[in-house]
């Protein structure tokens, strides 16, 4: 019987799970999508930092013509990003945890990948990047319907940052989904080595219709500079956009929506689903630091394509973006270093590799929003905060977070969140943002302020942290009450590679 309402809630949420939360909106000839909070191009312009969605140009303007150096950028951008997924991420994290769990482990990273974003193509696209209301899109774009101009004969286009400047908007949605694939994969890591894969599956697809594409509409979605045409029509547009970015929070490319998201649902499920037998009493060390190495070092070449790939263009501020990645994330790992050598005599390769991805966690949020000196400051903060959180805070919640998801990417992204109010500051370096989108005038040095700024993304984070926290709440519930949570006794000390796949990672 769990096994009947399992697939009926399986099946239900994959159908009509977008329907529950959706406003259907009249839809539009010609409506395009992009990701921004600034006008790129420009000299002074602030670098991009919502997803974008431009209403029909005038009939009597010519059509827009896509750009080909920026579409194949964003192609290679994602093709990053995947690499990010499968195979970084799952060796990253199939390092971490014993010999006897390793296979259990890319299996639920390279599976939740693929559900995601088969979820992502038939509903989720349309849920987070079409008009809706405040906190989530609409159906016009369900099973991608509209994006191909039968009229034109052409793909429809995507805005970018700029004015009249488009790429197509099948590359924009392929850009996203692997966002959401990631973020759904990062939180595998919380509750790795003891869980059911029928529950990973399931609470992933409640997630991530109820949890990710709400926050992603809410941070990144608004109508996109072309849309802003005269004074009168900025209040209308600004009404359209999704909440937190009508507070006019930044979010270059994710520390709310993928790292916080996550690593709130994470932490809950550590909870939920108890501690691993024998935690706190038995040697539970990574069976492979190898592994974790090689996972870490993919997962910062593929950050490139995450973080400059968010400025949809090929330009200044996808440079800044991915040098402030470079930087940070060297940064981060110094830190760390030093941190773990002033705390225990040694710098470690876990430490390293650890502080790798706590600097590129950090910087996420503020790639193309701060000057280097800001994402020089990011990567060091980063660096001590999240060896805190993966030592000290730890202990303080008293969680079984198995791969310190929390520690690094919820201690990371709210560093990282927080800071960007501050280093965003044009007097820090920081090319502060577009205060103007009909004249693209930009926020001056003396009307920014840190402390205003700081708040609203402060209202960001507390948003985000309490809307994941009670969707994974629920959702882990519903899950546990229909297939169970938890592997048995016998299976988790045999090891999640032969009970749940029957198979082995090594032989001999």
Request: hydrophobic fraction near 55%; aromatic fraction near 10%; proline fraction near 3%.
């Amino acid at each position: 019987m769990k096994k009947l309402f399992a697939s009926l809630a399986l099946g239900l949420t994959l159908c009509f799970g977008g329907a529950v939360f959706a406003q259907t909106a009249p839809a539009t000839e010609a409506k395009v999508e992009a990701k921004a909070e600034a006008k790129a191009d420009a000299p002074s312009a602030a670098p991009a930092t919502a997803p974008a969605a431009a209403p029909a140009a005038a009939e009597a303007a010519p059509a827009l013509v896509p750009n080909k150096g920026d579409t194949a950028w964003m192609m290679l951008s994602t093709i990053l990003v995947i690499m990010m997924v499968v195979p970084g991420l799952a060796l990253f994290y199939g390092g971490l945890v014993r010999s006897k769990n390793m296979l259990s482990v890319l299996m639920q990273v390279m599976v939740t990948f693929s559900l995601v974003t088969v979820l992502w193509f038939i509903y989720g696209y349309s849920l987070a990047f079409t008009e809706g209301n405040a906190y989530i899109g609409g159906l016009d774009r369900l099973f991608m319907n509209g994006i191909w101009d039968n009229a034109a004969g052409t793909f429809a286009n995507a805005a970018t940052f700029s004015k009249g400047v488009v790429i197509p908007e099948i590359t924009f949605a392929g850009f996203q989904a692997t966002f959401a694939g990631i973020t759904c994969a990062l939180i595998v890591g919380a509750f790795a080595e003891r869980i059911k894969f029928s529950a990973v599956l399931l609470f992933m697809t409640l997630w991530f219709t109820f949890s990710y594409l709400p926050i992603a509409h809410m941070v990144w979605f608004w109508m996109g500079p072309d849309a802003y045409t005269a004074k009168e029509v900025v209040d209308e547009m600004n009404g359209k956009a999704g909440m937190i970015w009508q507070w006019g929070a930044l979010d270059f490319a994710g520390g709310t929506v993928v790292h916080i998201n996550a690593a709130v649902a994470g932490l809950v499920g550590a909870f939920m689903i108890g501690k691993r037998i024998g935690y706190g009493r038995e040697a539970m060390a990574p069976h492979s630091l190898t592994l974790t190495m090689v996972g870490a070092s993919l997962l910062w070449v593929g950050w490139f394509g995450f973080n400059a790939g968010s400025a949809l263009e090929a330009n200044g501020f996808a440079a800044l973006a991915f040098v402030n990645t470079l930087l940070a994330t060297a940064a981060a790992v110094l830190a760390w270093c030093v941190g773990e050598a002033l705390m225990r005599g040694k710098a470690s390769m876990l430490g390293a590799a650890s502080g790798a991805v706590a600097g590129l966690v950090a910087i996420t949020p503020a790639a193309g929003n701060v000057g280097i000196g800001g994402a020089l400051v990011i990567g060091i903060v980063a660096g001590f905060a999240c060896l805190w959180g993966v030592n000290g805070l730890k202990k303080m919640l008293g969680a079984d977070d198995t791969l310190d998801v929390f520690g690094v990417h919820g201690v990371g992204g709210i560093v990282g969140a927080l800071l960007t109010g501050v280093f965003n500051s044009p007097a820090l370096g920081g090319p502060g943002f577009v205060a103007d989108w009909v004249t693209a005038s930009m926020v001056t040095s003396a009307d920014y302020s840190i402390a205003a700024q700081v708040w609203t993304q402060a209202k960001a984070v507390l948003v985000t942290i309490v809307w994941s926290g009670v969707v994974s709440l629920v959702a882990f519930k519903l899950v546990d009450l229909t297939v169970g949570l938890r592997v048995s006794e016998e299976a988790e000390r045999e090891g999640l590679d032969i009970t749940s796949h029957g198979e082995t990672a090594y032989h001999g």
